[in-house]
């Protein structure tokens, strides 16, 4: 609409001023237009000025705009002109304006990139827009309007729109293709990078409100959306969604839909808020997840590693609904049929995962029921399970106690709960073993082959912070004595470098089949000790302090092999001393002792050694021998490097029998 209109006829020349000049994409403010026609010319010269051109729906706004170029005028009575426009803001572009049967003709091109704007006379009839190998970065000010935190990277788009404009607004949309396109958020929380689409937009652009509806078939790309990353294969995924705004940077979606056949399928509502760090913030989501192991690849794979499982594989398939308020989940429903799940790492698995599960934040519990064939956690292999719950408040509970095999005995979970507590996750469980086999046990570890059973209770178990307590203890029959595990906790059980604490007490071992199972010659007699403030980083020793004592019991002998001679004095570090010369060993098979003692404090890669007592001449008795032949074992090194003691009893234990000089 124009505003106000002033003609002036001097020389030839025509100047038209104009207030305001709307078009259904653009407004122009302070234009001043001007026409000079030498006589009897065949072509004249069009200047136009604007103060200002403001397509505030598109987020273009520029200023001191000056375009002019030669007006020429074919014999079929068409008009056309071409020249540079520069503004502040948009300088570079080449412009041209033709006048074809009644329609005005703006194109803006740029390489081999146009934007091409058809304004037919009749009002009744659309304008048509053309949008040919635009680089997608020229849409960063209409990114800007519906986010303002976001921008286009790269690749291009090709459109060809229809627009029409009535006294409510402007409606816009048509067929569009995407090529390459790029995208990233302020933050790096948002992104995408070679996508390739092909679709429909439909929107309408009111004074307070803007709607859009999309419609899109996607071949090929990366996407990121927080911690969730998805590398897209070239066959078409279906994606469409209606979309509604009134307020700045807020979206409701209504009729969200994605479907990549066969493997991962969405469906639902959702509303958006780009202005905060958790953009999604209420959904109603329905999911399929008919290949878990080809969706986990293509969309989790970045998901499962933010939560240190990097390496996880998944398989079965997954069907259900997730609710999601105030940028938190609210509700999950699912049922799972034959998943399987491995960490990669060792630490964990389930095998014929089955049934339903429910979940919900709120105050209404949901009851449901999984069941597995099999499973193991840090090598421990566990039989088929069911296990009944209970959801209420964002946590989920066994129902009633679950009982499940476990390596020839029983593991017994009287009560588990799971529960977010300020941030952190919480898990209280109340555990029992019954006759587990400890030569089971054994092998799953890749200890030397113990004989015996686990019994025990654990009634306090309580995960918080990414560390596990355990209240009570376990007691371990073996080598008719005991072993009791107490003072038991975990850090970062399913992470990184997990750490094991725990101590352990000592009592009435039978030294001849424990000596016989570790491959350290022969020792009859029985065993006392400790192994106290124990600390393994990664399952390695870090901190200890051990000490092991034979003690003596009524009608039992105490002798000690030659062989065994031999090996604790390579690990003391020491020699043999009174009774016999070194040489003379070998005339003898075994050998009387009174008592043998061995300790280590184990600090900062070092142990302190200690024996029995200390030696009259120095040092520190490992054996004291009795009778005849006697021997005795001094050891002389008090502080040895843990690597060194390692390496001296796994050659010990692998029969490397020490040289006697």
Not at 260 to 286: H, I
Not at 395 to 402: F, I, N, S
Not at 414 to 428: I, K, N, W
Request: proline residues 4%; hydrophobic residues 45%; negative net charge.
């Amino acid at each position: 609409m124009w505003a106000c209109v002033s003609p002036s006829v001097v020389a030839r020349t025509l100047t038209l001023e104009v207030d305001r000049l709307t078009t259904p994409v653009a407004r122009l403010d302070g234009v001043v237009l001007a026409l000079h026609w030498p006589e009897e010319a065949t072509q004249g010269e069009l200047s136009l000025k604007s103060a200002s051109l403001d397509a505030g729906e598109l987020g273009y706004r520029w200023r001191d705009v000056r375009w002019s170029c030669e007006l020429h005028r074919s014999a079929a009575g068409d008009w056309q002109c071409a020249g540079k426009l520069k503004a502040r803001g948009a300088s570079g572009l080449n412009l041209s304006a033709r006048l074809e049967a009644g329609a005005l003709v703006l194109e803006a091109s740029e390489g081999s990139a146009r934007i091409v704007l058809n304004q037919p006379r009749d009002s009744a009839v659309p304008t048509r827009l053309e949008l040919v190998r635009l680089p997608a970065t020229w849409l960063a000010p209409l990114l800007a309007q519906a986010w303002s935190e976001g921008k286009p990277t790269g690749g291009r788009i090709d459109a060809d729109w229809r627009i029409e404009q009535d006294d409510a607004g402007i409606g816009i949309g048509g067929p569009m293709a995407l090529s390459g396109i790029g995208l990233d958020s302020s933050d790096g929380s948002i992104a995408a990078e070679g996508v390739v689409a092909k679709g429909q937009v439909q929107g309408r652009l009111t004074d307070v409100a803007t709607s859009l509806e999309l419609a899109f078939e996607l071949a090929g790309g990366e996407f990121l959306f927080g911690p969730l990353y998805a590398q897209l294969p070239a066959s078409p995924i279906q994606v469409g969604a209606t979309l509604h705004s009134d307020t700045a940077g807020q979206w409701n979606i209504a009729a969200l839909r994605w479907r990549d056949p066969g493997v991962f399928e969405v469906e639902g509502s959702a509303r958006l808020d780009t202005e905060t760090d958790m953009p999604l913030r209420e959904a109603d989501l329905r999911f399929v997840l008919a290949a878990l192991h080809t969706a986990q690849a293509r969309y989790f794979d970045s998901l499962f590693a933010s939560f240190g499982l990097a390496g996880l594989s998944a398989s079965g398939s997954v069907q259900g609904a997730l609710g999601l308020r105030a940028g938190e989940w609210n509700t999950l429903d699912a049922t799972l049929d034959s998943v399987s799940i491995d960490d990669g790492e060792g630490r964990f698995g389930l095998a014929g995962l089955s049934g339903a599960m429910r979940l919900r934040r709120g105050a209404t519990a949901a009851e449901s029921e999984l069941s597995w064939r099999s499973a193991h956690v840090h090598g421990l292999a566990l039989g088929a399970a069911t296990l009944p719950l209970r959801s209420v408040g964002g946590g989920v509970a066994l129902r009633a106690p679950v009982a499940m095999p476990m390596l020839g005995g029983t593991l017994r979970v009287d009560t588990l709960r799971y529960a977010p507590e300020q941030g952190d996750v919480r898990l209280d469980m109340a555990l029992a073993l019954d006759a587990v086999n400890l030569g089971a046990l054994s092998s799953a570890f890749g200890w030397p082959a113990f004989e015996g059973t686990i019994s025990g209770e654990l009634p306090g178990v309580r995960y918080v912070g990414d560390r596990l307590d355990f209240d009570g203890g376990l007691s371990v029959q073996m080598f008719d004595g005991s072993v009791s595990v107490s003072q038991l906790s975990m850090e970062r059980p399913f992470g990184v470098a997990p750490m094991l604490a725990a101590s352990v007490e000592f009592s009435g071992l039978d030294l001849q089949p424990l000596t016989g199972a570790f491959g350290f010659g022969e020792i009859t007699g029985r065993l006392d000790g400790h192994v106290r403030g124990l600390r393994l980083l990664d399952w390695e020793p870090v901190a200890f302090d051990a000490a092991f004592r034979t003690v003596k019991r009524s009608g039992e002998r105490q002798r000690i092999s030659q062989r065994a001679v031999r090996e604790l004095t390579e690990v003391g570090g020491g020699g043999i001393a009174a009774g016999l010369q070194a040489q003379m060993l070998k005339a003898f098979s075994s050998f009387g002792y009174e008592r043998i003692g061995l300790s280590c404090v184990l600090a900062n890669n070092v142990c302190t050694m200690g024996g029995a007592g200390p030696a009259s001449n120095g040092g520190y008795i490992i054996v004291d021998g009795s009778g005849l032949p006697r021997v005795d074992v001094i050891g002389h090194q008090a502080r040895v490097d843990w690597p060194v003691l390692v390496a001296r009893l796994k050659a010990a234990t692998e029969g490397q029998m020490p040289v006697f000089d």
